[in-house]
């Protein structure tokens, strides 16, 4: 059994590794780790892992470093840049769910964090070359033998899962793409605020950040390095009443010519063997999805205004968060890359 | 006191019509009338009217044409049609709330009938070129003089008024027009079914009749009457766990050179003086306007990509429904626009 | 028009009261007052009051003395007694929504405070005698002449409402009565919390409190007061995903010989004449009275076990707190006690 | 492994079924049968299936009776009556979701039939004292060697869990004992409907056949079998906006002398060994069990009125029904009992 240290073990992407780790047949908890909440069992914090996990939370400075086969780092952006020096040193392979490891370079962190309202300098730039943009789909190899995972944004994998095969085999007419993304509640993390205040999320839908979400730049550098175009995404997410999900809808200019059944045709072909991405002909729900890894893809062609028209769908807290890092580190133990993640999807 | 009839009277649409007339100061109910729930107290299908308004509901057959001045038809699809000839034939203007008399011509109606399945000649095609279509904000006087109001369907009432400023004048570029549309579940109106089975909803987003909704040729009519270009619209409803409420954003191929300022000056300017439309420039949320005939209208241009970013909420069951129509029937009367419809938004 | 200052007016108590005074024919708000939020325009803060209220926040250093025909202090336990004295000694009545002025005396305070983990000493011990308890369907002439009223807590007035009758009557038998309460999320206020945080809330039910509820000192008080008995009450309070709105079983041994339809009478008489309480025989929901100062209560024998059994509905932020200050205001205004107060229940 | 037929495959019952048994090591399906949906994969139905597990449905008369080695009844009451004659020809054991097989007498099942507004005559009268109360925690015994189980009411479970250590210590007083339980929505089915339209259920709470449900004969019966004393239950049922989950408040007369220490040094003692109650002294969410088989039970005694106070937790559909019956059929089989059982909590 390899051994897992959490850092940030109290958020939501810590829940979902201790979901997953709790029966995963290769990968046990070593230490739960958070400075908030430090002392206490995690099913204090999470009551209903009552019985399942009453593992301690250890502070920060607590971290036991000896015998860790891996670390995820569940942590807010610009944690992980202070964490990593001392794993990179006693080479112990980390995945970083912020945006710290997500980009090769410091200009693209910088405009990252910008969208965010963040400081923009880079504390662990020289870690930066060696960072793999941890989304099994396109990097299956260098995953399987990095040291350093940038963890994808959740709403980031909704796009470019929907997007990669028609930005690939240049289908895609224009420059621009517009991306209306709708999110669950869960997607603003475990502390109270206004983004998940009861009374202000239960009967309401609204956009935010339009046009400057953070994860536009992530999906513009995944997609340009895999086309002859410079695509631009207008990306407008949104609020939606749910607690877990995205559903991506996707607009782009059509290539004349095709119709409906060749573009499926084409996301079939393009994600075959690929575990986790199913393609569909029928309407897309988040009920789908909702407790698995997997991402439902559905393309057509609205052939009265000629523009390609993608629905995509995840779990943001699994596809698009602990379940896609446990299918990175399923690649760098050479595990089944499904293994501890078939979890069907829970409904209703 | 103006005295009202309404027909299809214990459908949500007969119910935001009685909450409406019971505290509007110039019309009042003279008779409620469904074929469904015929015989009981309306209060018995809506509890929560229990000493508010008691009145028996009356089945078709008891209508009492005497001494009505005004005939809501809060009817399905086909209904208003058939029962269009005695009020016509008495000169009682009527306003209906489907499809059937939204449109001028019996082809533009086909293309109608034909998206939502049903059967294309229209039953009536005599009383089209004398039906209005009833949206305040573009047919005022039209409507002040009508004998038949077609009142517009929820989804179209969202997209128009957020094109109409755009459109008219002249700043988008392109054929094509992107609406993603998102609903509360209430606009599967009263009757149980798979659209509004509360396991399926609460935790739920999907899109359906993606491209080929029947609201589509309603918009595109309106518009391009109003337009130089002939537009096309590809339009993508949703369903989210709201109970109440619509959110859509729309998406255009922006004229060059204008700035976001620009866009919100001209529809400030374009809707002066309209008291149910307000314009803004923050993200809205659908709780700005729920429970009030409020639209809301965010426009902006997103310069990375140069589209024009539209967003439009509205309470599907006022605006979109009841209260514009209540709306018509002041035109109709003479009185105040707003007479009746001052309720604030209902938070939280 | 009587004038009236708002303290705490970016609560939902304030909101409340800003919505309801915005239509009341005969008290218009002078001032909004609250120390967070101070210095923006009250629809910044709630956005949908965008257009209807853009009144400045003033902090509580500014609070104009003038001119001000009441006060309403919407504010947090131990606030209300800080403040009292000025207005006090200018003779301006307050009606305050905290425990700071609902009991008569120091003792009682204390077994209130002490329950929700508060300082004990009453900081304004003098003005006590002086308070009335704000629950106009018992005490509509002390609350006339009253000078400081004591807005009672949001479950106290259901089961208060809910056992009246029957406790005056003396058809409860025993000493204890169990009362099972259930509130919507908004009964926790507005600011972000455990309490109120979406992904805990929406899809949870869960106890707190079990039997030490700061309301249950309230009720035995009021209860008491009116009985020969002694009763004790079990009050275990629950949060419900719901927004707004309380519903509270009741459960008490019934004297023998008494029917449901001896019930029913006896309550439809004690409430004649009251026109916020209705009495029905079918099974209430809260989304009877939802959006409406009424509370709704249904009375039963079980006949099985003896037992009456008695629910009660309310929505938690109008007849459980702003609407009720409100129809307190009329009475010592001398309005019709149900001036502003006619909005109808919002449904769906 | 062993082979399962699952009739009413369909229903939140089947589907519940068919989740647990894609997954558990020693069943596997053979055949899902339902009259609703026969001749579509299963995943048509439940579109989450799609690739999971895509089998045909088979109408009833398709049954194939070879080489099952149980059968489930997911089917509404009085189906298992007229089905269970061939099974039990064969020798295939049966369990029965409904209330057909859960009483071992007519007189019985009759008061459940009509509390239930059913016919009351039993149409396999001569197999009910063969039938067992599938209730594993009191009869796995008699269970392991049953071929008809009557697997328990939703309700039932919570009520019975709830209190039969302290009726079988004798330490309730009086004859009388309230339940209070609030249940999601998904107890009333997969067939839309008033229980279950959403616009109705989203922001309601209300009570339903107050203190006539059809389990309360069940509870009474299992209850007084175990106790010196013949205890009438008051139930009432309650519908809360949940989805899946019931949260059961019980309040009964203390024995004297007890406290809170003792009654859950009791609880704890009573549910030694069983691995799917688990006791707790804090206030028990829903979520804390939602998805997982477990039941939570807290209980304590309240000193100011002597009451005892049991609340107590479990997912209505696995707990309060598949789950329950995979339990069931593990102690058939002589498998673990919590074989295919481990699901944990599903939160958020």
Do not use: W
Request: hydrophobic share 40%; aromatic share 8%.
């Amino acid at each position: 059994m390899k051994k897992a240290l959490i850092v940030g073990a109290t958020g939501f992407g810590g829940l979902g590794l201790i979901e997953i780790l709790l029966r995963h047949p290769g990968i046990r908890i070593k230490q739960l780790v958070a400075r908030k909440d430090a002392g206490v069992p995690v099913s204090r914090v999470f009551p209903h892992l009552k019985g399942y996990c009453d593992m301690l939370v250890d502070p920060p400075e607590s971290i036991d470093y000896n015998d860790i086969d891996i670390a995820f780092f569940s942590t807010p952006d610009r944690a992980g840049m202070t964490l990593i020096k001392e794993f990179h040193r006693r080479g112990i392979p980390v995945i970083d769910f912020s945006g710290d490891f997500r980009f090769g370079s410091e200009s693209d962190y910088a405009v990252y964090a910008a969208n965010k309202g963040m400081e923009t300098a880079h504390l662990a730039a020289d870690a930066l070359p060696e960072a793999v943009y941890g989304l099994p789909e396109i990097n299956a190899e260098k995953i399987a033998g990095a040291r350093i995972v940038g963890n994808p944004g959740c709403f980031a994998v909704s796009m470019i899962l929907g997007l990669l095969p028609a930005v690939e085999k240049g289908v895609i007419e224009g420059a621009s793409i517009v991306c209306d993304g709708k999110t669950g509640v869960s997607g603003a993390g475990k502390n109270p605020g206004e983004a998940n205040f009861y009374p202000q999320r239960y009967e309401n839908v609204n956009t935010y950040r339009e046009g400057r979400h953070q994860h536009i730049v992530e999906v513009e550098n995944v997609l340009n390095a895999r086309s002859d175009r410079q695509h631009r995404i207008l990306f407008v997410p949104q609020i939606v009443p749910l607690n877990r999900g995205i559903l991506t809808t996707i607009y782009a200019d059509c290539a004349p010519g095709l119709a409906t059944a060749d573009i499926q045709a084409m996301y079939r072909e393009y994600y075959k063997g690929k575990p986790f991405v199913y393609i569909t002909d029928s309407s897309p729900n988040t009920t789908d999805v909702r407790g698995s890894n997997r991402c439902e893809v559905r393309a057509m062609v609205d052939e009265r205004t000629g523009k390609l028209f993608i629905t995509s769908v995840i779990d943001n807290l699994l596809k698009g968060q602990s379940g896609n890092a446990v299918q990175n580190a399923n690649l760098m133990f050479g595990f089944e890359e499904t293994a501890g993640l078939s979890a069907l999807p829970f409904y209703p």
